[in-house]
């Protein structure tokens, strides 16, 4: 042992260390004084139970329940954080175990890049450093190999070269030879004397005097306590030697990298539950782009009807104290007007007025009765009048229906014709009266309502000394598209009403229908989609029960990573990558099953309603991908914080 005015690179210092069962103590280490230096092959030699693996893992910084002190280059280790562990552990120990602990996904190049994955090295530079190491012991044509296809000296030497892999300063091998034969063991022995002598820490626990005469000292422990050392020759000399890269922590990357291979070597498993995920995902895609389909169709049959960019509007009245609305009740003034005129992209306001009496058209000895007469505005589509024109002065347009009553024969030669056209109101006092004028019929619609121009009705008012107000507007829009945000404005308009703030006004007509249509759409395709969405529920729990059985799969890999210098949260980080894979894959193939169904659904739908009636959207896509996701994470983070907490030294020693 070397003397304490020296200081050495690493010192115990009256370690003690117990277990407990229940209240029960018992004593595995009883007061370690020992120091090192680089150069060093020292062997720790002792029965099993005698204490050897419990202080290497107080060595290698995986237990810091102890009591007493480990002093690296004069700094103690004793009151070091979790981070500050883990970073002892990737920059300065590497492990060597008797059981190899290679993880099986892997392939041993891949193995020996694990660490160097905690690097600032490029891709390209790891991949060189790791093969170069498995060339220097002897395994340059198994690196793309797997370990369950190497022996077990092939093994113990891959786990060597990871241990190497991140340059540590220190190696600890816990019984390295213990799974070998013979000459596999001098092998491997020889391996650790080379490194011992590349300015290094070799500290090797066995339980074989051979195996600890190869060292430079051995220590013989003895129910906790030190009872023998052994110097059997002087520490190599060795020139000091500077990092050739800077140790670092698991990159998100890095843990990004290695959810990815683990998904691959795990096809099928996981192949299955992407497409439990795509299911849930293609229905809620599905369903809301069938609703907005049939929206569109709706949509477009009534626009096919009357315009969709024009909008009625009337005063909206309260009835709920029982009275009757007075004659001038829905009458629209020009401030009305003007506060219409001002809602943007309203590109024109129409004076309208609807007659709720009715009217009557008198052609000849033929009468014909009308119950939806209004003044022509927008609402109604030029196109749509098959014969003739829009109603001008002393005119009217007459629906297909009206002019078969007055000829039936040959409804279209009424076209031109003069009639008679009573229009029934009340005046100031709500007295009836009737408004007649001779006019001629300007055309006929196919579909749509009986109508005269404003001015029209406006003089045959006047000749009854009344006054015409408009009773509803029709304001047009420059774009379909805003026709919505318009309809929301008029929406927004309110008045007082006994103290009460009520809507001032109410769309009424087909728009009014159309947007209340599209309300009820829109509400069944998310509640389609909601009850699909529980598909999404099944998925998550698919794969959260996954992910539990991965982490008990990977219990020893989890340890490994440990061991190597991983954070928790990069544990974490490597199971809800997989979690978040899992959900983007889904969704995409979830994704594209919509696409197909709508690629082959749609061309039957225009043939028959010509229209799409699947119509997958980008934004239902980017929906579809942000709540897979969003799901599958959170189903890992049970999974994975569990992942996180397990012990390393536990799961190194589970079978």
């Not at 070799?202 to 074989?208: K, L, M, P």
Request: net charge positive; charged share 20%; with cysteine.
């Amino acid at each position: 042992m070397k003397g304490a005015e020296v200081l050495s690179y690493l010192a115990l210092k009256n370690i003690h260390k117990s277990y407990f069962l229940n209240k029960t103590e018992f004593k595995v280490l009883k007061g370690i004084n020992l120091d090192f230096d680089k150069g060093e092959f020292v062997s720790i030699l002792g029965e099993s139970g005698g204490g050897k693996s419990t202080l290497l893992n107080i060595i290698g910084g995986l237990d810091h329940k102890y009591n007493g002190e480990v002093i690296l280059q004069g700094k103690s280790l004793k009151h070091s954080s979790e981070k500050q562990l883990d970073r002892f552990r990737s920059q300065t120990v590497g492990f060597i175990f008797q059981s190899f602990n290679l993880i099986s996904h892997l392939t041993n190049l891949e193995n020996v890049m694990v660490p160097l994955e905690m690097t600032n090295l490029s891709r390209k530079a790891r991949e060189e450093r790791a093969e170069k190491l498995l060339d220097q012991v002897g395994l340059a044509e198994h690196i793309h190999k797997h370990p369950n296809q190497l022996s077990g000296g092939q093994k113990q030497r891959v786990a060597i070269a990871r241990a190497l892999a991140a340059d540590p300063d220190i190696i600890i091998a816990d019984e390295p030879t213990g799974a070998l034969d013979s000459q596999n063991t001098e092998e491997v022995l020889k391996i650790l004397e080379d490194i011992a002598q590349d300015d290094k820490l070799v500290i090797c626990v066995t339980h074989s005097e051979e195996v600890a005469s190869h060292g430079t000292r051995i220590v013989r422990l003895v129910d906790g306590q030190i009872a023998q050392e052994k110097t059997l020759k002087p520490p190599y000399e060795c020139p000091q030697k500077k990092k050739p890269f800077k140790p670092g922590h698991l990159s998100f990357r890095g843990a990004v990298v290695m959810a990815l291979q683990h998904m691959r070597y795990n096809l099928k498993r996981n192949l299955l539950i992407i497409f439990g995920v795509s299911i849930g995902i293609f229905s809620v895609i599905t369903m809301l782009s069938l609703g907005k389909g049939v929206q569109g169709y709706i949509g477009g049959q009534i626009g096919s009807q009357v315009n969709p960019n024009t909008i009625q509007i009337n005063k909206t009245v309260d009835t709920s104290d029982g009275t009757t609305p007075g004659p001038t009740a829905y009458d629209l003034h020009e401030a009305d007007l003007a506060k219409f005129k001002k809602i943007k992209n309203v590109t024109q306001v129409e004076k309208g007025y609807f007659a709720s009496s009715g009217a009557q058209v008198v052609y000849g000895k033929k009468n014909a009765t009308i119950q939806l007469f209004q003044t022509m505005n927008k609402t109604q589509k030029a196109k749509d009048i098959k014969t003739g024109h829009t109603p001008g002065t002393n005119e009217v347009l007459l629906t297909k229906a009206t002019a078969k009553v007055l000829n039936k024969a040959n409804y279209k030669a009424v076209v031109g014709k003069d009639v008679t056209l009573y229009v029934n109101t009340v005046d100031a006092q709500s007295q009836p009266v009737r408004l007649q004028q001779k006019v001629k019929v300007s055309g006929i619609i196919s579909s749509g309502s009986d109508a005269t121009s404003y001015g029209t009705l406006e003089k045959m008012f006047q000749a009854q000394q009344l006054k015409l107000r408009p009773n509803f507007v029709a304001l047009t829009v420059n774009k379909t598209q805003n026709v919505k945000a318009v309809q929301n404005k008029v929406k927004s308009f309110t008045k007082k009403v006994h103290g009460k703030t009520k809507k001032a006004y109410s769309i009424i007509g087909v728009g009014a229908v159309l947007d209340t249509m599209n309300t009820y759409i829109s509400l069944a395709s998310y509640v389609l989609a909601a009850i699909a969405g529980i598909s999404l529920l099944v998925s998550a729990i698919m794969i959260i029960v996954v992910l539990y059985i991965s982490v008990a799969e990977r219990t020893k890999e989890i340890g490994i990573l440990r061991a190597i210098g991983a954070r928790k949260k990069d544990v974490r980080h490597l199971f809800t990558s997989e979690a978040f894979f899992l959900g983007l894959f889904g969704s995409i193939v979830g994704a594209a099953f919509s696409g197909i169904i709508a690629y082959i659904v749609n061309p039957i739908a225009l043939k028959h309603i010509h229209m799409a009636i699947l119509q997958v959207t980008p934004g239902y896509v980017i929906f579809g991908l942000v709540v897979s996701v969003v799901i599958s994470l959170g189903a890992a983070l049970a999974p994975s914080r569990k992942a996180a907490r397990i012990d390393p030294i536990e799961s190194l020693s589970a079978d």
